[in-house]
């Protein structure tokens, strides 16, 4: 299932999200006005520049020749065409990124000139926010404010936390049981194949390019086919920093084709992967099979939102909606099982409804639209089936349940109540803007509920109370715990997933260990001063 | 190939430094290679001939499941073998899918229910250390046992390999009560904190050529960071993990938390590995094995796996080096555990100006090397561990000789009896030999000629292995290029088998993924889990 990243990039939250919403809220409900801007889509004020693949610092065609369409979600409509990466690109790529390792410059620099450079991109990608913003909001559907005043700025501020990495990684003396003397030495481990999704194309390119070339790795991406756009550009912008040819290497293309080559080449010494755990297993399978590489996952998930007895409702209805509804839905963190006290849950249920309707729905261009389209066709389509399923399971519609406009990839803010554990909307990832209640009665049965699942991402808390909040923070089986805030993204915060959400972490000084090898170095000592 | 975990395990091993070494196994080694060396050669069958009888007895054969130890649920048993002579020692119960389910629903209830992660980490370490006693109690019966399964120099194991068993339960019994979060600085007005937890039920997977070292290494980190295990030892080797579990439970160790499994790695390897309710996996053992288990892992519920895989490490000898020093530690390098360490350096790399010297000592002492009954004092070398092992490396010995390499010494097998096999040397190896280039897992030492550091960087690193290397000058210069240019996990800069339990272990490429030992080894037995709550009016950020 489509387990894209999520990331929802907030920097201050709940806070930020209340105010992000309140514009929605001035505005009327989602069925009247915003049907008007699908209508006449805004034209975005951007030239497409860029769409081949960036080689050892050169644009080239792919190989093959061949291109493929991306397309504007509000409508269908081809925005571009782009080159389509394949294997042997994927081959060129390595060979670029593998000489610019062995060879140099990259990990020969010293850190702090490394860290300049990033600090340099960080400049630059901050005066072209504009432009990046539209082009991921054309490419992707997600809303322009959105992008340009959340998603972009933590881009930038993600690349100046790693930048300033660089020149702190440090290894480690040990002690020894006799006459030696020890060291660890963190290494790069040379040339990374970073595989990103279409929901936060350049908030995960940040995520995974940021801590492997702070850590003087080279780097093969790969973009999603549906949001290559974004990436291109800004690392054209990178090399206009002094990055060196050969240590950023972007291939748009497809998993089956240029994923798949990237993750069993034999000349790349590290994967990471976010997308989602059907693929996740595939691409851990083929590193397996191939050369070993030491795989990071972040995948899916099916997060708890727990609201707890003592919870305001209207706050927790608020940020049950926005833990949600964040990015269409399409958050692989999304609190998609919101599970709500007996005590409150007819009140919440009420005022989640009356919330959803009002979320405004149009095109993400204009100002205080708080949902765009879905992705793609594709997901669009298994949301409606989704929605299909909640309702001929039993679960009760409260809102929505439909597209929304009748072009491009919209849908209507949906609420389901009284579902059910066993229902397959209580189940799997739905990647879309389908919210779906459930009611507890207590604090142990919660627990046991949140954590029967595959996934083990994150969980959201809602409490006053500090003993329920200490207890459900050590019981959830999951890789981040919001309590009464959700999708705080801050860079120094770690983010993945337990069990089937994922293996390791990125962000903060977690992320740093992905992209690191460690080498013991032993010598005796003689006649040492001390042991 | 037979990638099996090494561990060299001399605490104070082979350090050229005159005068570290009275302690150290290796030098008493060398103290009785040098006194058997004058009269006996290997070629002495005498000792195989005359085997000593284990001062031990067998107590324990079946399935250690939840405190209790249990039939195979088929009823089914296997023979393990004395290396010395192909008899058995004794029927094992044969666990299988059935089985590893019970173990995982016993490890299972022990993490979910408790008591174990419900411990205070003060208490857990009290009872490893309570083990860490009951061990050295019994070290004398162990290392029998370890000696009579496994074919290793009873010396060996009793003087190096049990001590260093019982420090590492010292060392990890010490972290359990250390395993510290973080709090971390935020971007806006929110309480940020990182909890490090067990991961919940670890299957692990032992291989058998240091049985009770690799069960250090794993169970150690595993149960100090409180999580539940089911370990499933080497079908070679079952023996003296069944006897240790034991002590760890009059240690006070609670039913459930550590249970261990006998059987094959088909049956109960391949169902530990794609478990749905094993939440971590760390497997030693081939690059081959290696891959099957990530790829169950994979495509069953994507536990994280540790691995510690095959090696061809590079032992570097520089022309500046003191020859004699460099033979005495290569040959140990090489031939320590009957060659059978995955870090073994079984690519010897010479300076062409002292190749010819290099040669001749090593070859000298190869054939001073002591091969007998592992019982005996004195004995350097044992029988390797199973015939299939045995046949195998001398078909690497075969392939050597047709590949054209000048066969030194050795070449043979030893005696009729048992899988004993000749220190065996080559010299004149070419980088595209077999011999060169997959792992013998033997007695075999294959030297190779350099002319400079670029060249033997290169040649070094040329390899899919990037486990360990050694290096041997007396430049630091020579000494900093190589440490940081060799891509390998452990760099031995005039020493090998430097085995202290703070030393992180593990490999580059596909010697493996993650490491073990040392602070570095705690993380493959925690999650993260970030904790963030929003602050009102906070005194500072």
Same mark, same amino acid.
């Given at each position: 299932?489509?387990?894209?990243?999520?990331?929802?990039?907030?920097?201050?939250?709940?806070?930020?999200?209340?105010?992000?919403?309140?514009?929605?809220?001035?505005?009327?409900?989602?069925?009247?006005?915003?049907?008007?801007?699908?209508?006449?889509?805004?034209?975005?004020?951007?030239?497409?520049?860029?769409?081949?693949?960036?080689?050892?610092?050169?644009?080239?065609?792919?190989?093959?020749?061949?291109?493929?369409?991306?397309?504007?979600?509000?409508?269908?409509?081809?925005?571009?065409?782009?080159?389509?990466?394949?294997?042997?690109?994927?081959?060129?790529?390595?060979?670029?990124?593998?000489?610019?390792?062995?060879?140099?410059?990259?990990?020969?620099?010293?850190?702090?000139?490394?860290?300049?450079?990033?600090?340099?991109?960080?400049?630059?990608?901050?005066?072209?926010?504009?432009?990046?913003?539209?082009? /991921?909001?054309?490419?992707?559907?997600?809303?322009?404010?959105?992008?340009?005043?959340?998603?972009?700025?933590?881009?930038?501020?993600?690349?100046?936390?790693?930048?300033?990495?660089?020149?702190?990684?440090?290894?480690?003396?040990?002690?020894?049981?006799?006459?030696?003397?020890?060291?660890?030495?963190?290494?790069?481990?040379?040339?990374?194949?970073?595989?990103?999704?279409?929901?936060?194309?350049?908030?995960?390119?940040?995520?995974?390019?940021?801590?492997?070339?702070?850590?003087?790795?080279?780097?093969?991406?790969?973009?999603?086919?549906?949001?290559?756009?974004?990436?291109?550009?800004?690392?054209?912008?990178?090399?206009?920093?002094?990055?060196?040819?050969?240590?950023?290497?972007?291939?748009?293309?497809?998993?089956?084709?240029?994923?798949?080559?990237?993750?069993?080449?034999?000349?790349?010494?590290?994967?990471?992967?976010?997308?989602?755990?059907?693929?996740?297993?595939?691409?851990?399978?083929?590193?397996?099979?191939?050369?070993?590489?030491?795989?990071?996952?972040?995948?899916?998930?099916?997060?708890?939102?727990?609201?707890?007895?003592?919870?305001?409702?209207?706050?927790?209805?608020?940020?049950?909606?926005?833990?949600?509804?964040?990015?269409?839905?399409?958050?692989?963190?999304?609190?998609?099982?919101?599970?709500?006290?007996?005590?409150?849950?007819? /009140?919440?249920?009420?005022?989640?409804?009356?919330?959803?309707?009002?979320?405004?729905?149009?095109?993400?261009?204009?100002?205080?639209?708080?949902?765009?389209?879905?992705?793609?066709?594709?997901?669009?389509?298994?949301?409606?089936?989704?929605?299909?399923?909640?309702?001929?399971?039993?679960?009760?519609?409260?809102?929505?349940?439909?597209?929304?406009?009748?072009?491009?990839?919209?849908?209507?803010?949906?609420?389901?109540?009284?579902?059910?554990?066993?229902?397959?909307?209580?189940?799997?990832?739905?990647?879309?803007?389908?919210?779906?209640?459930?009611?507890?009665?207590?604090?142990?049965?919660?627990?046991?509920?949140?954590?029967?699942?595959?996934?083990?991402?994150?969980?959201?808390?809602?409490?006053?109370?500090?003993?329920?909040?200490?207890?459900?923070?050590?019981?959830?089986?999951?890789?981040?715990?919001?309590?009464?805030?959700?999708?705080?993204?801050?860079?120094?915060?770690?983010?993945?997933?337990?069990?089937?959400?994922?293996?390791?972490?990125?962000?903060?000084?977690?992320?740093?260990?992905?992209?690191?090898?460690?080498?013991?170095?032993?010598?005796?000592?003689?006649?040492?001063?001390?042991? | 190939?037979?990638?099996?975990?090494?561990?060299?395990?001399?605490?104070?091993?082979?350090?050229?430094?005159?005068?570290? *070494?009275?302690?150290?196994?290796?030098?008493?080694?060398?103290?009785?290679?040098?006194? &058997?060396?004058?009269?006996?050669?290997?070629?002495?069958?005498?000792?195989?001939?005359?085997?000593?009888?284990?001062?031990?007895?067998?107590?324990?054969?079946?399935?250690?499941?939840?405190?209790?130890?249990?039939?195979?649920?088929?009823?089914?048993?296997?023979?393990?073998?004395?290396?010395?002579?192909?008899?058995?020692?004794?029927?094992?119960?044969?666990?299988?899918?059935?089985?590893?389910?019970?173990?995982?629903?016993?490890?299972?209830?022990?993490?979910?229910?408790?008591?174990?992660?419900?411990?205070?980490?003060?208490?857990?370490?009290?009872?490893?250390?309570?083990?860490?006693?009951?061990?050295?109690?019994?070290?004398?019966?162990? *290392?029998?046992?370890?000696?009579?399964?496994?074919?290793?120099?009873?010396?060996?194991?009793?003087?190096?390999?049990?001590?260093?068993?019982?420090?590492?339960?010292?060392?990890?019994?010490?972290?359990?009560?250390?395993?510290?979060?973080?709090?971390?600085?935020?971007?806006?007005?929110?309480?940020?904190?990182?909890?490090?937890?067990?991961?919940?039920?670890?299957?692990?997977?032992?291989?058998?050529?240091?049985?009770?070292?690799?069960?250090?290494?794993?169970?150690?980190?595993?149960? *100090?960071?409180? &999580?539940?295990?089911?370990?499933?030892?080497?079908?070679?080797?079952?023996?003296?993990?069944?006897?240790?579990?034991?002590?760890?439970?009059?240690?006070?160790?609670?039913?459930?938390?550590?249970?261990?499994?006998?059987?094959?790695?088909?049956?109960?390897?391949?169902?530990?590995?794609?478990?749905?309710?094993?939440?971590?996996?760390?497997?030693?053992?081939?690059?081959?094995?290696?891959?099957?288990?990530?790829?169950?892992? *994979?495509?069953? &519920?994507?536990?994280?796996?540790?691995?510690?895989?095959?090696?061809?490490?590079?032992?570097?000898?520089?022309?500046?080096?003191?020859?004699?020093?460099?033979?005495?530690?290569?040959?140990?390098?090489?031939?320590?555990?009957?060659?059978?360490?995955?870090?073994? @350096?079984?690519?010897?790399?010479?300076?062409?100006?002292? !190749?010819?010297?290099?040669?001749?000592?090593?070859?000298?002492?190869?054939?001073?090397?002591?091969?007998?009954?592992?019982?005996?004092?004195?004995?350097?070398?044992?029988?390797?561990?199973?015939?299939?092992?045995?046949?195998?490396?001398?078909?690497?010995?075969?392939?050597?000789?047709?590949?054209?390499?000048?066969?030194?010494?050795?070449?043979?097998?030893? @005696?009729?009896?048992?899988?004993?096999?000749?220190?065996?040397?080559?010299?004149?190896?070419?980088?595209?030999?077999?011999?060169?280039?997959?792992?013998?897992?033997?007695?075999?030492?294959?030297?190779?000629?350099?002319?400079?550091?670029?060249?033997?960087?290169?040649?070094? &690193?040329?390899?899919?292995?990037?486990?360990?290397?050694?290096?041997?000058?007396?430049?630091?210069?020579?000494?900093?290029?190589?440490?940081?240019?060799?891509?390998?996990?452990?760099?031995?800069?005039?020493?090998?088998?430097?085995?202290?339990?703070?030393?992180?272990?593990?490999? !580059?490429?596909?010697?493996?993924?993650?490491?073990?030992?040392?602070?570095?080894?705690?993380?493959? !037995?925690?999650?993260?889990?970030?904790?963030?709550?929003?602050?009102?009016?906070?005194?500072?950020?």
């Amino acid at each position: 299932m489509a387990a894209r990243r999520i990331s929802s990039l907030l920097s201050s939250s709940a806070t930020s999200l209340g105010r992000f919403s309140s514009w929605g809220r001035r505005i009327n409900s989602f069925s009247t006005a915003a049907a008007a801007a699908i209508d006449e889509p805004i034209q975005p004020s951007i030239q497409i520049d860029h769409t081949q693949l960036l080689i050892n610092g050169q644009f080239v065609d792919a190989a093959s020749g061949k291109s493929f369409p991306t397309v504007d979600p509000r409508t269908g409509d081809v925005i571009a065409r782009v080159a389509e990466g394949d294997l042997e690109d994927i081959n060129r790529a390595v060979a670029a990124a593998r000489k610019a390792f062995d060879e140099g410059p990259w990990p020969k620099m010293t850190a702090y000139e490394r860290s300049r450079i990033m600090l340099r991109f960080a400049d630059l990608l901050e005066k072209h926010t504009e432009e990046v913003a539209k082009l /991921e909001t054309w490419d992707n559907g997600k809303p322009y404010e959105q992008a340009a005043k959340i998603e972009i700025p933590m881009v930038v501020r993600m690349f100046r936390y790693y930048a300033g990495w660089a020149d702190k990684i440090h290894g480690f003396t040990v002690p020894a049981d006799g006459q030696h003397h020890v060291q660890t030495l963190h290494e790069p481990y040379g040339v990374c194949g970073l595989i990103i999704p279409w929901n936060f194309p350049l908030l995960l390119y940040s995520w995974k390019v940021g801590p492997a070339l702070a850590c003087g790795n080279t780097v093969v991406l790969k973009a999603a086919e549906q949001t290559p756009l974004s990436a291109i550009y800004v690392s054209k912008l990178f090399h206009e920093a002094g990055l060196p040819p050969g240590v950023l290497n972007v291939v748009s293309g497809f998993g089956p084709t240029a994923g798949a080559a990237l993750s069993s080449h034999m000349d790349v010494n590290k994967l990471s992967f976010t997308g989602s755990t059907a693929t996740g297993k595939i691409v851990l399978t083929l590193a397996a099979k191939s050369n070993l590489k030491p795989v990071t996952l972040e995948l899916g998930g099916k997060s708890p939102f727990i609201v707890c007895k003592d919870a305001d409702v209207d706050k927790a209805v608020e940020l049950a909606h926005s833990a949600l509804f964040f990015n269409q839905g399409q958050c692989c963190c999304a609190g998609s099982r919101t599970l709500v006290h007996e005590s409150v849950y007819d /009140e919440f249920v009420e005022k989640a409804k009356a919330r959803a309707l009002k979320r405004v729905v149009g095109d993400p261009f204009k100002m205080g639209i708080e949902q765009g389209p879905q992705i793609d066709n594709e997901q669009f389509k298994k949301i409606l089936k989704y929605i299909r399923s909640g309702i001929e399971s039993g679960a009760t519609l409260e809102s929505g349940g439909e597209q929304f406009g009748s072009k491009g990839y919209y849908i209507q803010p949906t609420v389901f109540s009284n579902v059910q554990d066993d229902m397959l909307i209580a189940k799997d990832e739905i990647f879309g803007p389908v919210q779906s209640i459930s009611k507890f009665k207590d604090l142990e049965e919660v627990v046991q509920r949140a954590n029967a699942s595959s996934y083990g991402l994150a969980a959201g808390v809602f409490t006053q109370n500090i003993e329920t909040a200490n207890t459900l923070t050590r019981a959830l089986r999951v890789g981040t715990v919001w309590i009464n805030c959700y999708d705080i993204f801050d860079a120094a915060v770690p983010f993945g997933g337990f069990k089937m959400s994922g293996q390791g972490r990125e962000k903060g000084i977690y992320g740093l260990s992905s992209y690191l090898q460690v080498k013991a170095v032993v010598t005796p000592l003689k006649n040492p001063a001390w042991l | 190939m037979a990638a099996r975990r090494i561990s060299s395990l001399l605490t104070r091993s082979l350090s050229v430094s005159s005068s570290s *070494a009275s302690t150290s196994l290796f030098s008493s080694l060398g103290k009785n290679s040098g006194r &058997n060396g004058i009269g006996k050669r290997f070629s002495t069958a005498a000792a195989l001939e005359d085997l000593i009888v284990p001062p031990v007895q067998i107590a324990y054969t079946q399935n250690l499941i939840d405190g209790k130890f249990v039939d195979a649920a088929s009823g089914k048993t296997f023979p393990t073998y004395d290396p010395r002579t192909g008899d058995v020692i004794a029927n094992v119960a044969e666990g299988d899918a059935e089985d590893i389910d019970r173990a995982v629903a016993a490890a299972r209830k022990a993490f979910d229910e408790g008591p174990w992660p419900k411990m205070t980490p003060y208490e857990r370490s009290r009872i490893m250390l309570r083990f860490a006693d009951l061990v050295e109690k019994h070290s004398e019966e162990l *290392a029998a046992l370890e000696t009579w399964n496994n074919g290793k120099p009873h010396e060996q194991a009793a003087k190096s390999e049990l001590p260093m068993f019982i420090r590492l339960f010292h060392y990890y019994a010490g972290w359990a009560d250390k395993i510290h979060g973080l709090t971390v600085p935020a971007d806006g007005p929110h309480h940020v904190q990182i909890l490090h937890e067990p991961i919940g039920v670890a299957g692990q997977i032992i291989p058998w050529n240091f049985p009770l070292l690799m069960f250090a290494w794993k169970v150690g980190p595993a149960l *100090a960071c409180g &999580n539940t295990i089911v370990l499933k030892t080497a079908e070679q080797t079952p023996l003296t993990a069944l006897y240790v579990a034991k002590l760890f439970h009059e240690a006070g160790l609670p039913p459930g938390v550590l249970n261990v499994v006998s059987g094959y790695g088909p049956t109960a390897g391949a169902a530990l590995a794609s478990h749905m309710d094993v939440d971590k996996v760390a497997f030693t053992g081939s690059t081959d094995t290696g891959k099957i288990v990530l790829e169950l892992a *994979a495509k069953s &519920n994507l536990k994280p796996v540790t691995l510690e895989l095959g090696g061809k490490s590079p032992f570097i000898i520089c022309e500046d080096a003191d020859v004699d020093k460099a033979v005495e530690l290569a040959h140990f390098a090489l031939f320590f555990n009957q060659g059978q360490c995955c870090c073994a @350096g079984s690519r010897t790399f010479v300076h062409e100006r002292v !190749y010819d010297e290099f040669i001749e000592k090593a070859k000298a002492r190869a054939l001073k090397r002591v091969v007998g009954d592992p019982f005996r004092k004195g004995v350097e070398q044992g029988p390797q561990i199973d015939t299939e092992q045995f046949e195998k490396v001398l078909r690497y010995i075969r392939a050597g000789i047709e590949s054209n390499a000048t066969l030194e010494c050795g070449g043979d097998r030893l @005696g009729t009896k048992g899988y004993f096999v000749q220190p065996t040397v080559f010299s004149n190896v070419m980088d595209d030999m077999l011999i060169a280039k997959d792992e013998i897992f033997g007695p075999v030492q294959s030297i190779l000629k350099f002319k400079d550091i670029d060249e033997v960087i290169r040649r070094a &690193n040329n390899t899919r292995y990037g486990l360990a290397a050694g290096v041997f000058t007396k430049s630091v210069e020579a000494a900093n290029t190589l440490t940081r240019a060799l891509r390998a996990g452990t760099v031995w800069v005039n020493c090998f088998d430097v085995f202290d339990a703070a030393i992180p272990f593990g490999g !580059y490429k596909m010697s493996g993924i993650g490491r073990e030992k040392g602070i570095y080894s705690l993380h493959n !037995y925690l999650q993260v889990k970030a904790v963030v709550t929003p602050l009102k009016n906070p005194a500072w950020l």
